[in-house]
């Protein structure tokens, strides 16, 4: 079923006055990098952290009477049960979800502080998907698909309408631009459907993780395909295919869907809170790392076009972050931008040798994180030893500068590390 953009105009009628209508704000220190001007929709502020919200609360208000007393069951990484746990509530509504194991545990706990029963299955989200339409079908409850019912779609839709709707406030103009984060699809295609009809010349871009690309295989076959996943930042777009119904909306509204690696998601949740004091989970701050692939020099690019001298408006999904993950992930995004670095070198292992390296350091304006030694499998002779050093510097141009130093003071580095590897998890 497509959704159309009067779908997306009804859902916001019906769910008016039950969500929040969250800001979009100037992001200003990424529109100098970009040379254009871009919003942020902040829909983290939602009262769950995430847009989810949106659609939930659309979905049950359509139940019927009977539905609403047998209660719904979804299966979730999170953001959409807690969707349906905070509306489930209000509306009275029981509500059950089941998580795989490796649901974010802040997600999980919260949904059981709202009233929600909730269940675990298996690694993976197919694994809780099988197990919801189990007991959906045992137990007489309305299965609530986060991404692809159409009553979803519509309500996640209804920001797009906010979005056209305070840019234009603000500019007296519609963006140019929306960069849209993809995970089952459900968010591109609801503002797909809601801008373009209001908006037509707005270009329509996706972001999705490269370790969760699901848009190319589905358009290669000419429907929404099951693909393997792999363990990424931006878990809630590890969905392990785009909803049927998603694909059809969002194919022929949108311009082009662009895959981001986990550098870069990382250096968005860091120069998120850097920059705007604000927390974003890695599949709401996806957009926003395919812009910052365009003017980062520490970045792969992912093919996003130049927006230079555009009106440009990317939504921020979610700010769900586990609290145990956040540190690992600003450490990423501290090597993605070249402000933490590592390197392997060689010092003599009598008193004094360490104290070397160390004012070299200093001296270069870098600060030591952590320093290993290697003595038992080390190729240097017995009066020296290996190091592997963790080093914090000022970013690219630091870290260049350290290692000359370092080389002009008769330390051999083979090569600095200045960013993640692209395949780690």
Same mark, same amino acid.
């Given at each position: 079923?497509?959704?159309?953009?009067?779908?997306?105009?009804?859902?916001?009628?019906?769910?008016?006055?039950?969500?929040?209508?969250?800001?979009?704000?100037?992001?200003?220190? %990424?529109?100098?990098?970009?040379?254009?001007?871009? *919003?942020?929709?902040?829909?983290? %502020?939602?009262?769950?952290?995430?847009?989810?919200?949106?659609?939930?609360?659309?979905?049950?208000?359509?139940?019927?009477?009977?539905?609403?007393?047998?209660?719904?069951?979804?299966?979730?990484?999170?953001?959409?049960?807690?969707?349906?746990?905070?509306?489930?509530?209000?509306?009275?509504?029981?509500?059950?979800?089941?998580?795989?194991?490796?649901?974010?545990?802040?997600?999980?706990?919260?949904?059981?502080?709202?009233?929600?029963?909730?269940?675990?299955?298996?690694?993976?989200?197919?694994?809780? *998907?099988?197990?919801?339409?189990?007991?959906?079908?045992?137990?007489?409850?309305? *299965?609530?698909?986060? *991404?692809?019912?159409?009553?979803?779609?519509?309500?996640?839709?209804?920001?797009?309408?906010?979005?056209?709707?305070?840019?234009?406030?603000?500019?007296?103009?519609?963006?140019?631009?929306?960069?849209?984060?993809?995970?089952?699809?459900?968010?591109?295609?609801?503002?797909?459907?809601?801008?373009?009809?209001?908006?037509?010349?707005?270009?329509?871009?996706?972001?999705?993780?490269?370790?969760?690309?699901?848009?190319?295989?589905?358009?290669?076959?000419?429907?929404?395909?099951?693909?393997?996943?792999?363990?990424?930042?931006?878990?809630?777009?590890?969905?392990?295919?785009?909803?049927?119904?998603? /694909?059809?909306?969002?194919?022929?509204?949108?311009?082009? =869907?662009?895959?981001?690696?986990?550098?870069?998601?990382?250096?968005?949740? %860091?120069?998120?809170?850097?920059?705007?004091?604000? =927390?974003?989970?890695?599949?709401?701050?996806?957009?926003?790392?395919?812009?910052?692939?365009?003017?980062?020099?520490?970045?792969?690019?992912?093919?996003?076009?130049?927006?230079?001298?555009?009106?440009?408006?990317?939504?921020?999904?979610?700010?769900?972050?586990?609290?145990?993950?956040?540190?690992?992930?600003?450490?990423?995004?501290?090597?993605?931008?070249?402000?933490?670095?590592? /390197?392997?070198?060689?010092?003599?292992?009598?008193?004094?040798?360490?104290?070397?390296?160390?004012?070299?350091?200093?001296?270069?304006?870098?600060?030591?994180?952590?320093?290993?030694?290697?003595?038992? /499998?080390?190729?240097?002779?017995?009066?020296? =030893?290996?190091?592997?050093?963790?080093?914090?510097?000022?970013?690219?141009?630091?870290?260049?500068?350290?290692?000359?130093?370092?080389?002009?003071?008769?330390?051999?580095?083979?090569?600095?590390?200045?960013?993640?590897?692209?395949?780690?998890?």
């Amino acid at each position: 079923m497509i959704v159309t953009h009067e779908d997306v105009v009804a859902a916001r009628e019906r769910i008016a006055g039950g969500i929040i209508e969250s800001p979009c704000m100037p992001y200003e220190s %990424l529109a100098e990098k970009l040379g254009a001007t871009v *919003y942020v929709k902040m829909d983290n %502020l939602q009262r769950t952290g995430s847009f989810k919200e949106r659609g939930a609360r659309n979905a049950l208000l359509q139940l019927d009477d009977d539905q609403k007393t047998a209660g719904v069951i979804a299966a979730s990484a999170g953001n959409h049960a807690l969707g349906l746990a905070m509306h489930g509530g209000l509306l009275g509504i029981p509500v059950t979800v089941v998580m795989p194991t490796t649901a974010p545990l802040v997600k999980r706990a919260t949904c059981e502080q709202l009233g929600a029963t909730v269940l675990t299955c298996g690694d993976a989200f197919l694994d809780a *998907y099988e197990k919801a339409q189990q007991l959906a079908s045992e137990r007489g409850l309305a *299965y609530i698909h986060g *991404y692809d019912d159409p009553a979803i779609i519509a309500g996640q839709g209804t920001m797009g309408l906010e979005i056209l709707e305070q840019i234009e406030r603000r500019e007296r103009r519609f963006p140019d631009a929306i960069v849209v984060p993809v995970g089952g699809g459900g968010l591109i295609a609801g503002i797909a459907a809601a801008v373009k009809h209001r908006s037509p010349d707005t270009k329509i871009y996706g972001v999705e993780p490269e370790r969760a690309a699901k848009y190319r295989p589905a358009v290669e076959a000419g429907r929404a395909v099951r693909i393997e996943t792999k363990k990424t930042i931006a878990d809630g777009l590890a969905t392990p295919d785009l909803g049927q119904n998603a /694909f059809e909306t969002m194919r022929p509204l949108i311009e082009q =869907v662009v895959e981001v690696d986990e550098a870069a998601i990382s250096l968005a949740v %860091l120069r998120l809170i850097e920059n705007e004091r604000t =927390v974003v989970e890695g599949a709401g701050a996806a957009g926003v790392a395919a812009l910052l692939t365009t003017c980062e020099p520490t970045l792969h690019p992912c093919g996003m076009p130049d927006l230079a001298g555009q009106l440009i408006a990317v939504p921020l999904c979610g700010g769900n972050i586990d609290p145990a993950m956040i540190g690992r992930v600003i450490e990423r995004g501290l090597a993605a931008d070249g402000r933490l670095t590592r /390197f392997e070198t060689t010092i003599s292992d009598r008193p004094g040798g360490l104290a070397a390296l160390a004012k070299v350091i200093a001296d270069a304006g870098a600060s030591v994180k952590d320093i290993v030694h290697d003595r038992a /499998f080390a190729t240097s002779d017995l009066s020296s =030893v290996d190091v592997r050093c963790i080093v914090e510097t000022s970013g690219k141009q630091g870290a260049s500068a350290l290692r000359k130093a370092l080389e002009a003071a008769g330390f051999k580095v083979p090569r600095i590390h200045g960013r993640p590897d692209r395949e780690a998890p």
